[in-house]
């Protein structure tokens, strides 16, 4: 570690359209609403809140179990269970502190026209601080591949959100179950994305020899955490040297080192998520670590770390 020096770090960050004190977010889906999360630490100190992921109408989830634990990182097949657009908006947005911290919806609809309507819908609310697509969804119509697999459906469903988006900033979230995310990250770019989120959960599946079955009722799950942390950066790192929107990195971040590699491969703020379920005051302790970090590293402002990476 390099010699400390007497001036304070800076972790403030920069995004379109969003001042954030710190590029610490928490992961959608992993944070609930926010509030569930409110007893372990401030939420205003948080650099942004990324709420679960919403749909157009409530959504009970897929069949239990839809969790299960591996020795490097957890399955989920939670199938997007939500209370809805309108009830977040009524119930849930006021008590989060969007007047300090943005707050970020997370969205997701199985058609180019639903997300539209969902993006208007949320964008409406001036409360919103930015809107998140989750492309993850399998587009039923076009034979049940998720849309963020296909260039030319993830560039449509960003049209769409971006047109019924006003001036709220929107942020693309990339699958990393594709042969090359550049491709997807060039064509979302290219149809308007104002930043990009690195990456959701990658496929996978547990099996138990002792009832032969599947530990996940959907047979397959998401894998997250800190198994699926070299993929994450490697995706980062790609994508930051194919387009030129901010990057924000997510997948196996849990602590402020990791967040600071994020940042050195290009990413310009970063998502935590499994690890809140492993220790659930986590995302606030790294917001608490990062200057601190920062300064031991000798970094005044994270423009000074940001894709000086050596390769
Ligand atoms: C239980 C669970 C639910 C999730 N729900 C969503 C969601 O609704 N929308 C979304 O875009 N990503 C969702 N994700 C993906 C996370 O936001 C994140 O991209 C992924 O878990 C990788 O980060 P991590 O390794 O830090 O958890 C979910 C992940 C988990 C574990």
């Not at 609403?33 to 109408?57: H, N, P, R, T």
Request: glycine share 10%.
């Amino acid at each position: 570690m390099a010699s400390k020096t007497p001036t304070i770090s800076d972790p403030r960050v920069s995004l379109p359209g969003l001042d954030l004190k710190n590029p610490i977010m928490t992961a959608s889906g992993t944070f609930g609403y926010g509030l569930e999360y409110a007893s372990f630490g401030k939420l205003e100190d948080l650099g942004a809140i990324v709420v679960k992921g919403l749909s157009l109408k409530p959504r009970a989830g897929n069949t239990m179990p839809r969790i299960a634990e591996t020795p490097c990182g957890m399955l989920n097949a939670i199938g997007l269970q939500n209370i809805g657009v309108e009830r977040f908006l009524e119930e849930k947005l006021p008590a989060l502190p969007h007047d300090t911290t943005p707050v970020i919806a997370n969205l997701y609809a199985c058609d180019a026209a639903e997300f539209g309507e969902l993006a208007a819908a949320l964008a409406a609310d001036e409360r919103m601080g930015a809107l998140e697509v989750n492309v993850s969804c399998p587009n039923v119509a076009a034979g049940g591949q998720a849309f963020g697999q296909d260039p030319k459906q993830a560039a449509a469903v960003t049209r769409a959100v971006k047109d019924a988006a006003g001036d709220k900033p929107v942020m693309v979230k990339l699958s990393p179950n594709v042969a090359d995310i550049t491709t997807v990250a060039k064509a979302v770019a290219d149809a308007g994305a104002d930043m990009l989120t690195c990456i959701n959960t990658l496929l996978g599946m547990a099996v138990d020899l002792k009832t032969r079955r599947p530990r996940l009722a959907n047979v397959v799950g998401g894998l997250s955490g800190p198994a699926i942390k070299p993929v994450a950066l490697r995706c980062v790192w790609q994508v930051c040297q194919a387009v030129d929107i901010p990057v924000i990195g997510v997948g196996g971040i849990s602590n402020a080192t990791d967040v600071l590699e994020f940042i050195l491969a290009g990413a310009h703020a970063v998502q935590i998520g499994t690890a809140n379920f492993m220790r659930p005051d986590t995302v606030f302790s790294i917001v608490n670590e990062l200057p601190i970090l920062m300064n031991g590293y000798g970094v005044m402002t994270l423009d000074d770390l940001r894709g000086t990476l050596e390769t």
